[in-house]
């Protein structure tokens, strides 16, 4: 399984950015999909998490601003996010959960104030 992220970037504080993740080797299934980020000296952190039912689950410091999605038929997930703070910045990795774990390589996130 090989998972690519993209979208990555810089935006200013307040602005908006999505983020992809495209999976190959393994179709998406019934696999449970997720976003991770990692800050610079904290640890990796949960950011969104989506079944292959649909059924989402977000870190509360995420939630009203941050929307995942996924399409299975293009093997491709997204994160959709608003209202960026600065706080944000960080490394953002996608996540598949299916008959093990799997880890992309992640994209950055930079907002500036």
């Known amino acids: 399984v090989q998972l690519q992220a993209s979208g990555g970037g810089l935006v200013q504080a307040g602005g908006s950015l999505r983020l992809s993740c495209a999976a190959s080797?393994?179709?998406?299934?019934?696999?449970?999909m997720g976003w991770y980020r990692q800050a610079p000296g904290k640890q990796r952190e949960l950011v969104a998490t989506i079944t292959g039912g649909g059924s989402t689950n977000y870190a509360d410091s995420v939630k009203g601003r941050f929307t995942i999605s996924r399409q299975n038929a293009k093997s491709t997930v997204h994160l959709q996010m608003n209202s960026l703070k600065v706080e944000d910045t960080a490394v953002y990795y996608c996540?598949?959960?299916?008959?093990?774990?799997?880890w992309g390589k992640g994209t950055l996130v930079t907002v500036s104030s």
């Open positions: 996540n598949m959960v299916k008959g093990g774990s799997y």
């Open positions: 080797g393994r179709a998406l299934g019934n696999s449970v």
